[in-house]
């Protein structure tokens, strides 16, 4: 349909929604969405800067008409690092320090010293419980930290890839609205986030469960003779 006389008649005079492509670093584009077509699963639509009238299919207006929050990355690793990728772990509770690094694949506890090997299931467990912890609810205008437990918080972690990068996380009380729920500030996150407190039970694992009590550490494949 090419220049319509009333784009009211497609809901597109005064739309509702809009949908912004930013082409490249220097053009973008907006689509407008009307009403739905009578006769199949599509919406109405024009460019910003024409009258021209086509369909698109519904599920871009389907995919467009939702709450902020869907649009949002619910995990706490940033996008494209997974727990395997952690190559250290720094744990402060009640001031208490500790410090752990991965060395090709064994797992080391630096701190409290002396350093020593470390279990590598026990720390797996506490760095796969950030990994599968989804972020259940996020605040937006947080009221004062302390409000959450988070100016001063008990437990304070930080991880770091293989690049160098790092997330640091800071855990608060108990959540309102339900058993089992955290406050929780991501340093480079401006909200206060809601978590499963899985992280928290995990962060205060005793200095003795997470030494490897193994009395010899090597890799199976590497040894070549018994005697």
């Not at 058993?179 to 978590?195: C, E, I, Q, S, T």
Request: aromatic share 6%.
């Amino acid at each position: 349909v090419s220049t319509p006389d009333s784009l009211a008649l497609f809901g597109l005079l005064n739309p509702t929604t809009s949908v912004n492509f930013e082409l490249d670093s220097l053009t973008t584009r907006s689509i407008y969405l009307g009403r739905k077509t009578t006769t199949s699963n599509h919406v109405y639509a024009r460019w910003e800067d024409s009258t021209e009238v086509f369909t698109v299919g519904d599920i871009l207006l389907t995919n467009t008409d939702k709450p902020v929050k869907d649009f949002r990355s619910t995990v706490l690793l940033p996008e494209g690092i997974s727990a395997s990728d952690i190559q250290s772990l720094s744990l402060t509770r009640d001031g208490e320090e500790l410090a752990l690094t991965k060395q090709d694949i064994k797992w080391r506890l630096l701190s409290p010293s002396p350093s020593m090997f470390a279990d590598a299931d026990s720390v797996m467990a506490l760095v796969n419980a950030v990994n599968m912890s989804p972020i259940q609810a996020f605040i937006d205008n947080p009221m004062p930290l302390a409000r959450y437990g988070l100016e001063n918080p008990k437990v304070a972690m930080t991880l770091t890839d293989r690049n160098e990068e790092d997330v640091r996380l800071l855990i608060g009380k108990p959540a309102a609205g339900g058993a089992g729920r955290r406050y929780m500030k991501d340093a480079k996150r401006p909200p206060v986030l809601v978590v499963s407190d899985d992280v928290w039970k995990n962060s205060w694992r005793s200095i003795e469960s997470l030494r490897n009590t193994k009395a010899v550490h090597f890799v199976r494949k590497d040894a070549n003779v018994v005697e």
